[in-house]
């Protein structure tokens, strides 16, 4: 145990240094919370990240607490993923790609007492990570032909986003009666969001604007869970799903910071002010439904609503101490996911017979509304699909661990950017049989 508890101190520590790079390029992450991330496991990514309703003795499925009633009473089970995408930016006639990797999740369980489980973990909860630069004339050339200053002076922005939220949570699933399961995951959410726009011009009359808005986040986040399933004959049986996640403030003020400047001005003018709670989660509401048939294939379809556009009006508190309010620019958001897997044996001598075949496909709407020189426009409408296979370990020491690689396709389709993202996931289960005891004779 003092191995075990050592190791997992190294791993969180590790962990939680890791996930300090961002996991994202999109410029849509500088807005809001961020881009919010799949938080389902590299099984669940397979079926495009369906699980509301899945229960598995030897998985892990940190989207429905209530399902960790059913891990194995005699293993611990340990698992961590991770990705590799290529994204291709296009707006208009300009095309960019940017390839980037990240470690994603880590989470164990096991069974603690007779229909009681138990699990925690590290996540991410949304991502930011954008940075961009563009050079453009001070004013049209055709107006001012004959002025220097118009010809020549450039004007130089750059938009920057940098951090996100990370989630470290612990759960139970507990059975009460035969068939219902209900379940918690508590978490503490923590984590900084930071935006910044800069200005500048070549010619040194003209003052270079610097914009900032950092806030850094702890706080708390709670999900309560239920699963029913109903078997249905001797060899199929349907499940029902349900998660709720309250919202609340995030808490903290956000210091939003202007400073005008030139180069040949001694000192610049700095203004600084407050955004009072700027910050908010949306209440969560989740359902699935899952059909399995004599533990060769499974089926499941997940929908999720997000309501964002209740969150309370923020405020701005300025130095001089008058308060402005302003509504956020953003929209509710749907989702809904299908997927399924196939298995020719999961208890079957070879290694063909046990691999685990997946798919999925899903859409979800943004919760975006972005503010453009031509109105506000709605954020990307994501269209994704993919496919995966669950790979079994096998060996003389254990063969019950799987490694799990899925493939992604997720375009964003938004007024403004248009996104295609192909994306590997990589997740490896260990189950270990821990909790065996030895009989001698």
């Known amino acids: 145990m003092r191995k075990f508890l050592l190791s997992l101190s190294l791993i969180i520590s590790s962990t939680i240094s890791i996930f300090a790079q961002s996991g994202t390029l999109s410029p849509y992450s500088m807005y809001g919370l961020g881009s919010l991330v799949d938080q389902s496991n590299g099984a669940s990514r397979g079926m495009n990240g369906v699980g509301q309703a899945f229960r598995e003795g030897n998985q892990i499925n940190y989207l429905n607490p209530a399902s960790y009633s059913s891990v194995d009473s005699l293993t611990f089970i340990f698992d961590v993923g991770m990705s590799l995408q290529r994204t291709v930016f296009k707006e208009g006639s300009v095309t960019k790609g940017a390839n980037?990797?990240?470690?994603?999740?880590?989470?164990?369980?096991?069974?603690?007492?007779?229909?009681?489980?138990?699990?925690?973990?590290?996540?991410?909860?949304?991502?930011?990570?954008?940075?961009?630069?563009?050079?453009?004339?001070?004013?049209?050339?055709?107006?001012?032909?004959?002025?220097?200053?118009?010809?020549?002076?450039?004007?130089?922005?750059?938009?920057?986003?940098?951090?996100?939220?990370?989630?470290?949570?612990?759960?139970?699933?507990?059975?009460?009666?035969?068939?219902?399961?209900?379940?918690?995951?508590?978490?503490?959410?923590?984590?900084?969001?930071?935006?910044?726009?800069?200005?500048?011009?070549?010619?040194?009359?003209?003052?270079?604007?610097?914009?900032?808005?950092?806030?850094?986040?702890?706080?708390?986040?709670?999900?309560?869970?239920?699963?029913?399933?109903?078997?249905?004959?001797?060899?199929?049986?349907?499940?029902?799903?349900a998660t709720v996640t309250p919202g609340h403030r995030l808490g903290g003020d956000a210091e939003l910071e202007y400073v005008?400047?030139?180069?040949?001005?001694?000192?610049?003018?700095?203004?600084?002010?407050?955004?009072?709670?700027?910050?908010?989660?949306?209440?969560?509401?989740?359902?699935?439904?899952?059909?399995?048939?004599?533990?060769?294939?499974?089926?499941?379809?997940?929908?999720?609503?997000?309501?964002?556009?209740?969150?309370?009006?923020?405020?701005y508190l300025k130095p001089d101490g008058s308060i402005v309010g302003t509504t956020g620019s953003y929209d509710n958001r749907h989702r809904i996911n299908l997927g399924g897997e196939w298995c020719r044996n999961v208890n079957g001598r070879s290694f063909a017979d046990r691999i685990k075949y997946r798919a999925g496909i899903g859409y979800t709407s943004s919760y975006l509304k972005i503010n453009t020189t031509d109105g506000i426009v709605n954020g990307p409408r994501e269209v994704s699909a993919s496919f995966g296979v669950g790979l079994p370990i096998i060996n003389n020491y254990n063969n019950r661990s799987i490694l799990n690689i899925g493939f992604q396709w997720v375009n964003e389709s938004g007024s403004v950017i248009r996104e295609n993202t192909f994306r590997i996931n990589i997740g490896l289960t260990f189950n270990e049989r821990w909790f065996a005891k030895w009989k001698f004779e």
């Open 260 to 315: 005008s400047y030139n180069t040949l001005a001694v000192q610049g003018d700095t203004t600084q002010c407050y955004a009072k709670g700027g910050l908010s989660m949306p209440t969560e509401i989740a359902f699935g439904v899952a059909y399995k048939h004599d533990n060769k294939w499974k089926v499941g379809l997940d929908y999720s609503f997000q309501n964002w556009n209740s969150l309370p009006v923020r405020h």
């Open 100 to 241: 980037i990797g990240d470690f994603e999740y880590f989470i164990a369980g096991f069974r603690a007492a007779r229909h009681l489980g138990m699990a925690f973990g590290l996540v991410p909860y949304t991502d930011m990570g954008f940075g961009f630069e563009s050079t453009q004339k001070v004013n049209n050339y055709a107006q001012y032909p004959y002025d220097p200053l118009y010809t020549s002076t450039t004007q130089t922005t750059s938009y920057s986003a940098d951090g996100g939220l990370h989630e470290l949570f612990l759960g139970a699933g507990w059975e009460p009666v035969k068939n219902l399961s209900i379940g918690m995951n508590a978490s503490f959410l923590w984590g900084t969001i930071g935006r910044e726009v800069t200005s500048t011009f070549s010619d040194g009359y003209v003052n270079s604007i610097y914009k900032s808005y950092h806030q850094s986040v702890h706080t708390y986040k709670l999900s309560f869970a239920a699963q029913y399933s109903h078997p249905i004959g001797k060899r199929d049986n349907l499940t029902v799903g």
